[in-house]
Every structure is written in C-alpha cells, then in structure tokens.
C-alpha cells in the first residue's frame, strides 16, 4: 500500500472542528462526508455537543473506539498544534490541515506551520497543508472537503487524477470535469506543503490502479529531485502527466510566493524539467482538460500523421491548418487509397483532409469503407471526423456509430476522435469504445497534438546519468586563463593561448601561437570584456600585438579604474565556423543547470537558448542542441559547410559534467564556444564560484 493511500481512502475518518451548521468550513466537510455517498466511518469531534448533523459526536480523538485512517482538521489556527498532537497520542498518522492562518498569512503563521512540521515529523505522521483544499476519491464517494462546489456540482467516477497546490484551483478543474462528464479518480489540493506536495500527490497517483491520466498544477516546488522522480515514475508507468506552473513571469512568481509561501522557480528551467521527465506543460485549463480527457479515454497516438475526414471542406481545411500549427503531419493519401475511396464516393475531393460532402448524411452505409481505407492509406496515428450534427440525430446514427466503432476495434493502437454537436446519449455510448468526441474542430486537433507531444516526451523521459568522477583539476576561480585552465582538465577543448604580463612577453606569445591573433584584457573583474572595449581582433605582426597591449590597458584602466589587471591574453584569430554559447547555473531547486544556444554578444538579445539538468547524457545533449532554432546553422547554411556537431555535444557533456560533479561552482560561461567543420573551442570562459572551499578534485 502507498503511504498516501489512506489519505485519499480512508476506512475511517475524523473531523476535528466539527460543526452543526452546514455554512461553516466543518460542518460542510462533515454534511459532504454524510451525503455524498462515503461509506467509512465518521467521527465528529466536537468539544461541546454531544451530537452532530445526526451522528454522535466526541470531545476529543482520544476518546474515539478506534484508530481513524485520517482526520481532518478544522480549527482556527491557534488551535491545530494541540489537535496534530492529539492525532499523535491516538496514533492517527494521516492527517489533513484545511485550516488557514499558517505562512501564507507571515509573521507568527510561519512560527506555527514550522512546528506543526516538527510535530508531524516526530510521530511519523503525513499531512496535507496547512491551508488547503482537501481531498476527494469520488469513486469512494469521499468527499474530504469544505468546497462549496459540492453543494451544486461535483465531479463523477473515472480515471482522471489531480494534483494542485491552489484550493481555489483545484475546485475549479472539479467543476469543469464535472461540467464536461470528465470523471476523476483522486484529486488532492496541498495548499502550504508543510509535508506532502504536489510531487508526493503524483507519486501515489502513479501507482494507483484507478488513475490513468494525472493533471497537476504547481505555483512553486521546494523538492525538485522529489518531483523529477515522481515524473519519471508516472512516465515509466504509462500515465500521460499534463502540468501547468504558474508564476512564469516576475509578478506572478511573486504573487506565488506571496499566495503559498513558495519561491516560484525560474520559468525556463522549470519548463526544461517537465520535458525531461515527460511531462507535457499546458497554457491553460482548458487544454489541460482536454489533452486529459482524450488520454483518458484512448491511447497516445503511435504517430504524428492525422487523417482528416469531413463533411465540409471549408472545416476540413481548418483542421488540417491547426494540425500544421500544432505540429502534426497531414500526409496525402495514396492514389490507390484515393481510387478505393472515390470509387466508395465519387463526389469525396480532397487527397487528406477527404471531403465526403453532405451527401454523406444520406448514404451512411459508405463511412466505413472510407474511414477503413484512410486508416490504410498513410503512416497515420490519428483519424479525425467532422461530422456536423450528425451526433445530434439519435435516430439516424447508429450505422454511423457501428463504423465509428468498428475502425476503433480494428485499430486499437490508434486515435479515433468525432467531432460533431451530439446529443449525451451519443457521447456517453462512443466513449465507452474509446472514441473521445469534441464540438470544436480546433479544440480537437490541439487534444491530439497535446497527446502526439506526451508520446514523444515519455519515449524521451530518462533518470540523470550518474554524477562523474572527473580528474584533478586546478584551483577554480580567477580570469578567463585560470577559468580555461578548468574547462581544458575538464575535457573542453580550448585553443593554444597564453597568459602575458608585459608587451614583450605578447609579442613572444604571438610569434609562437603564429599570426594573426586576439589579444584580450585579462581580469577578474572584468568578466564581460567586449563591454570596455577589451577585445582587439586580427593582430597580423608584432607591432600591432604591442601596440594592442599598451591600448587594452589604457583602456582597462579608463572604464574600470578599480579593477586588477594581471596582463594580456594571446590566442590564435579562429575563422569561420559558428559561434554558441554554454553555460551552467545552479538553480536552488533542481541544482545544476546546463544552458545551449548561439553564442557572441547578442545572446540575451535575441534569447534562443534551451536549458537541461546537468549532467548530460549523450542523447539529451543532442535533444538540447535541437531545441534551440539556430542549432540548423550547424548542418550548414545556404550552401555553407556542415560543422562538427558531434564536438559540440561532447562539449556539453564535458561541462555539464563539470557542473554536477564541483558543487562549489556557481555558474560557467563559455561564450563563445566556436563550432567548427572539425572540432570546436572555448574561445572565452568564466567560472563563478559559491562561498564553499575551492580546491583541487
């Protein structure tokens, strides 16, 4: 059984702040308990009447005939830290704080959610909250809430888990599930996250049985390695995760923090996680639902090809555009495929979208012979069928149903979706086959694009590769030599360059490394050297390389009067190729970080970067290099030649091993790292360093 198994299924439950009058928080959750079809044991605590909403009622938990699997709490906040200890004495070890007033409120809330902690951790007791929502099983019929919802509407049974940290949220994705016949197996709120989050939430819903899809919502996450392993468990055990994280820019990220007491982690980086656990971030809850309704009900698609079947050519159009927005192929038939079709319907146009045209409301008998012959005709993973109002004629749509059914049964591994205005009897009777049906084109064709990305996330979803054990390496720290020192031990290639501290030293340097060369000002404090000019290029004899030196001190020295400058780097002037940045930083959540994306010094203007956790495995390395746009100036450009991509992972692998493996390292800069036809370098490095030991490896 899963730690959190009795906190959504409990045999027996008490309420703590129980009360007679359904308008307040604990008289509601008990009258939903009552009413709502929970068929466990209720136990109301109340300290001054003997009975409530009809049921005898307790003074305290101790005075209980048995162990409760859970207790719900609903107390004024002053009150919980003696309740959670009474909980302890009986032995109660799930337990659910929906009361407020804890660190989402400051000052002294802060004080007592830290204890309420303490407490739970030293008697071995799991809690949700404070300040939250709850939690539901509706095919228990458990009901453990105060949500006014349930008061007017409440989800059904199904295969449709939630995991959220808002309340107000969470309440809302149940009423439009509810509203949209989309059944939910457990759904839990987490309101503060004092013990279980939304990680541990989606860790029970990957093991549950009854839960086949998991939603979930987060507006912060203090574990990221508890949330990265609770991805990875949903994705290897087949159950699509589509998660929405709020708080993506500066003011909502503060308006989390604010509303639950979390930090709100850096949007990209939070993104670059959920992929690499494969789990599909969504824009709203509208897509949220719909991607989720579709999984509950059909497999992912095998393949990114779509079918498109219409009545109406103008509306077949409009699907096979989205399609193309959305990132789906829309792939011709085959002139056999279209003879075998027109020969069923002469009028059908089209070579994918097919038009039937109207006629087909007519001459139903015809649909299954051209939706069987489309399944054949093209690598598709998905058929969509607009069928206008065809849904709606509960007389004339069962020969249309019987073919509907019959190409879901003979493809089983494929998407079969209808999209028509329909009547519930028809909705209700195709989803009991599979066959997910939507009113909206559009909305439809973005379920299945949400369903086709799952598809590729899971087959990409993998763990961290183990942290490698690197060779002894000189003391981090310093200017860009000492920092290329570093990378160069660490396996990056960096070019034959050397450190000078007078002009006659350079002008040595130049004539050995050979004309023409860069000279760059070197300090550590001045990390970001094109921004005072420190950066002389094509240096071709060796009076320019010391009249260079004596113009980057001057010009050091003017821009930067306090800096310390040790000398002038020489290194050879490198031509051609393309120019990438690499960097790393640790995030406070999810730790080492590795960045890719075109280098120079227009980086952050144009912010065609992608983000993954460090290390990297060789794989993710190319999957990183593919998410960034310009990465296809790399296979050669308008006619250019095809540079060394190969390098160009491993220098990644190289520095993103570097990263995990020195935790003292704040972050690395190499910009630019220059990709060339054969083999790359590090043509610039910075290492920044936390305040931890520095020392050899």
């Not at 051209?370 to 065809?390: C, D, K, N």
């Not at 494929?414 to 209700?428: D, P």
């Amino acid at each position: 059984m899963h730690p959190l198994e009795r906190m959504f299924r409990p045999r027996s439950v008490a309420v703590i702040g129980a009360s007679g009058d359904p308008d307040k928080l604990g008289g509601r959750t008990l009258l939903h308990l009552k009413e709502l079809g929970y068929g466990g044991r209720i136990y109301p605590i109340n300290r001054s009447a003997p009975e409530v909403q009809g049921l005898p009622a307790w003074t305290s938990v101790a005075e209980l005939p048995e162990v409760p699997d859970s207790a719900l709490i609903l107390l004024p906040a002053p009150m919980v830290e003696r309740a959670l200890e009474d909980c302890a004495a009986k032995g109660i070890r799930h337990v659910q704080v929906l009361s407020s007033g804890f660190a989402e409120e400051g000052g002294e809330g802060i004080a007592m959610q830290a204890r309420l902690a303490e407490t739970a951790r030293r008697h071995g007791i799991r809690f949700t909250g404070p300040n939250c929502l709850g939690s539901i099983s509706p095919p228990d019929g458990f009901f453990g809430t105060f949500s006014s919802l349930l008061a007017t509407a409440r989800p059904g049974p199904g295969t449709v888990g939630v995991a959220t940290q808002s309340g107000a949220y969470g309440s809302h994705i149940y009423a439009v599930a509810g509203f949209r016949g989309i059944g939910i197996s457990r759904a839990i709120a987490t309101g503060n996250e004092a013990d279980i989050d939304v990680a541990a939430a989606i860790d029970y819903l990957a093991e549950d049985p009854g839960t086949r899809v998991i939603c979930a919502s987060l507006e912060g996450c203090r574990d990221g390695d508890g949330l990265r392993r609770a991805l990875l468990k949903a994705a290897a055990a087949g159950k699509p995760v589509i998660v929405m994280k709020v708080g993506s820019t500066e003011v909502g990220a503060a308006a989390a923090a604010t509303h639950t007491g979390s930090l709100a982690g850096e949007d990209r980086i939070v993104d670059a996680v959920f992929r690499e656990c494969g789990a599909l971030r969504v824009a709203s809850i509208e897509e949220m639902l719909d991607i989720a309704y579709l999984c509950s009900l059909a497999p992912l698609p095998p393949a990114p090809g779509v079918g498109i079947l219409s009545v109406s050519g103008g509306i077949g159009v409009l699907m096979a555009d989205a399609c193309i927005e959305a990132g789906l192929a829309v792939p011709a038939m085959s002139a056999e495929v279209l003879a075998e079709i027109r020969a069923i319907q002469p009028v059908a146009g089209g070579r994918n979208p097919i038009d039937t045209t109207a006629q087909l409301g007519g001459r139903m008998h015809i649909f299954e012979g051209i939706s069987q012959a489309m399944m054949r005709g093209a690598e598709l993973g998905s058929v969509l069928f607009y069928l206008a109002h065809i849904g709606r004629n509960v007389p004339r749509f069962p020969p249309l149903e019987r073919s509907l059914v019959a190409l879901r049964r003979n493809f089983p591994d494929r998407l079969v979706v209808a999209v028509m205005t329909h009547v519930e009897e028809v909705r209700l009777r195709l989803e009991a086959e599979g066959i997910p049906v939507f009113e909206d084109p559009t909305r439809a064709v973005r379920a299945v694009a949400g369903a086709e990305r799952l598809r590729r996330l899971r087959a990409e979803a993998e763990a961290l590769p183990p942290v490698p054990t690197l060779p002894p390496l000189p003391a981090l720290g310093g200017h860009e030599a000492a920092a290329k020192a570093v990378l160069a031990a660490a396996g990056i290639p960096v070019p034959p360059e050397r450190a000078c501290a007078t002009a006659e030293a350079a002008v040595r340097a130049a004539e050995a490394i050979g004309f023409p060369v860069v000279a760059k000002i070197l300090s550590e404090d001045i990390p970001h050297k094109t921004e005072v000019g420190g950066v002389m290029l094509g240096l071709a004899d060796a009076a320019a390389v010391e009249g260079a030196f004596a113009e980057l001190l001057r010009r050091a020295r003017a821009a930067r009067p306090e800096a310390r400058i040790e000398g002038v780097l020489i290194a050879p002037m490198l031509r051609g190729g393309v120019e990438t940045i690499i960097g790393t930083l640790r995030d406070p959540v999810f730790g080492p970080m590795v960045m890719f994306g075109l280098g120079g010094v227009a980086v952050e203007l144009f912010a065609d970067v992608a983000f993954a956790s460090a290390p990297l495995s060789p794989a993710r390395a190319a999957r990183l290099v593919d998410r960034v746009r310009g990465s296809r100036l790399l296979a050669g450009w308008r006619g250019g030649p095809a540079l060394d991509r190969a390098a160009l992972e491993a220098a990644l692998v190289a520095v993103a091993a570097l990263a995990a493996a020195r935790p003292e390292i704040a972050s690395i800069d190499v910009n630019p790292f220059l990709v060339q036809e054969s083999g790359g370098f590090a043509l610039d490095g910075v290492i920044l360093t936390r305040d931890a030991p520095v020392g050899d490896a």
